[in-house]
């Protein structure tokens, strides 16, 4: 089945613990991107990559780090979480960014950090 | 400040009712996509509209794009509570999507 995995579902950390977010794809597509979600603001993306080893800024970057060293993972990390982090995420991949080709997206990872 | 806006935000309605739900920006965009999301889940695409004026159907939604690929709107005729959940636009400048804060929809049985 093709499909976005995202680890863990659900997370309550501590300020300052870092912690990575793992996203995992097997439909072989080059773009990769993660969102949050909050109320009221909607989806935010984070970071974006197009490729192997090319990753972006989204609109909202501070605090976050990305690596995609294989096509098909792209894990989140956030090296010292604050509580103003705490949201639902979403990772998202696409066969390319623009045109007719949606994103199919994770089941989502609520982080709680207190 | 959101480049795209959706209205209504929330939306409690009957079953069989008909509605409407807008996505509206200044900004033109190469396509735009609808996704309906339930709750504890990520969204799913629903449509890509990429033609000014174009209309698709998806049994009883029709998706609109705007003349000026600026807007969108989604029509949803007799509905059930299976549609129930946050229908989110997207909208695709060329190298990003922004997506629209979203309309909440209750479908009451």
């Known amino acids: 089945e093709a499909q976005v995995t995202q680890n863990p579902r659900y997370l309550i950390t501590v300020t300052g613990k870092k912690l990575t977010v793992t996203c995992s794809q097997n439909?072989?597509?080059?773009?990769m991107s993660w969102y949050r979600q909050d109320p009221g603001l909607g989806l935010r993306q984070i970071y974006y990559s197009m490729n192997v080893e090319v990753t972006d800024k989204g609109d909202v970057p501070e605090g976050y780090k990305v690596s995609r060293k294989e096509k098909r993972n792209f894990p989140l990390i956030l090296e010292s979480p604050s509580p103003n982090q705490t949201s639902l995420y979403f990772c998202a991949s696409s066969l390319f960014p623009t045109g007719n080709y949606g994103y199919t997206f994770g089941s989502g990872t609520r982080l709680t950090v207190v | 400040t959101q480049l795209l806006e959706q209205s209504p935000q929330f939306l409690s309605i009957q079953e069989g009712e008909n509605l409407t739900v807008y996505c509206n920006s200044s900004s033109v965009f190469s396509s735009l996509q609808w996704y309906r999301q339930e709750p504890g889940e990520g969204p799913v695409l629903l449509v890509t509209v990429v033609t000014g004026g174009e209309v698709k159907k998806l049994k009883r939604l029709t998706f609109q794009f705007g003349d000026a690929r600026k807007d969108s709107s989604l029509h949803i005729t007799a509905a059930q509570p299976g549609d129930t959940g946050l229908y989110l636009c997207?909208?695709?400048?060329?190298?990003?999507?922004?997506f629209g804060t979203g309309t909440s929809l209750t479908v009451i049985p």
């Open positions: 997207a909208g695709d400048t060329g190298n990003q999507f922004y």
């Open positions: 439909m072989n597509h080059e773009y």
